[in-house]
């Protein structure tokens, strides 16, 4: 089975500007969430998805938004962006609220 | 909201000596789950500990899960310079259509 895929790999990005982030799940997942990784704060939650509902979302403003496909397939997106955005955002996908399967995750860079 | 803390936050170790990280959450929690993140890599599931109480081993690695579902650790015997990378526990914060909270990390460096 093919494994969470993430694109891109990285991204650069300048201030006031908008990312998307896209993330296929393994096949048969229909459970999407995206954690932003930083230094500073570790692996912060931002929202899960299943079956194209947002079922969970975490404390992010609402700058940061997503979308999930029929397919399962899943997006992120993060508008205006600032430098404090600059972080690995990872994708993770599983059956059910256990096993989190992560993909390789975005790089992005905000200047 | 749930915290999920984990100390420490770095440990250095000679290789062949032991490790332990702990992991202690500020509510109950239905399941813990343990993952490690090489660097530059991303986070790979461990293992998942259900039963207040329960402990299983991987190898040199064991999990425990506290008798009150709050809390847990992992401990490494005679590590090995492949077991470099963070470790981090992550539990749902209630039943149901919880989401997972990962704990802040203990980041393992070993000293060959």
């Known amino acids: 089975k093919a494994g969470v895929t993430q694109t891109p790999r990285y991204l650069i990005k300048t201030r006031g500007q908008q990312v998307t982030l896209s993330c296929s799940p393994i096949?048969?997942?229909?459970?999407v969430s995206w954690y932003q990784q930083t230094p500073g704060q570790g692996l912060q939650f931002l929202f899960e998805y299943f079956s194209e509902t947002q079922r969970n979302k975490g404390n992010f403003p609402g700058r940061f938004s997503g979308r999930q496909f029929s397919n399962s397939r899943s997006e992120m997106n993060v508008s205006t962006l600032e430098l404090g955005d600059s972080a690995l955002y990872l994708c993770a996908s599983s059956l059910a609220v256990n096993e989190q399967f992560f993909g390789p995750g975005t790089r992005l860079t905000v200047l | 909201g749930q915290q999920v803390m984990q100390i420490p936050q770095y440990q250095h170790v000679q290789e062949g000596e032991d490790f332990t990280t702990y992991c202690n959450s500020s509510t109950t929690l239905s399941n813990i789950q343990w993952y490690k993140q090489r660097p530059g890599g991303h986070p790979v599931f461990l293992i998942q500990?259900?039963?207040?109480?329960e402990v299983k081993k991987q190898k040199r690695l064991t999990f425990q899960f506290g008798e009150a579902k709050k809390n847990s650790s992992l401990h490494i015997t005679a590590t090995q310079t492949t077991d470099v990378g963070t470790y981090f526990c992550?539990?749902?914060?209630?039943?149901?259509?919880?989401?997972?909270?990962f704990g802040t990390g203990t980041r393992l460096t070993i000293i060959p």
């Open positions: 096949s048969g997942h229909r459970s």
């Open positions: 500990l259900v039963k207040s109480g």
């Open positions: 992550a539990g749902p914060s209630n039943f149901g259509n919880e989401k997972l909270t």
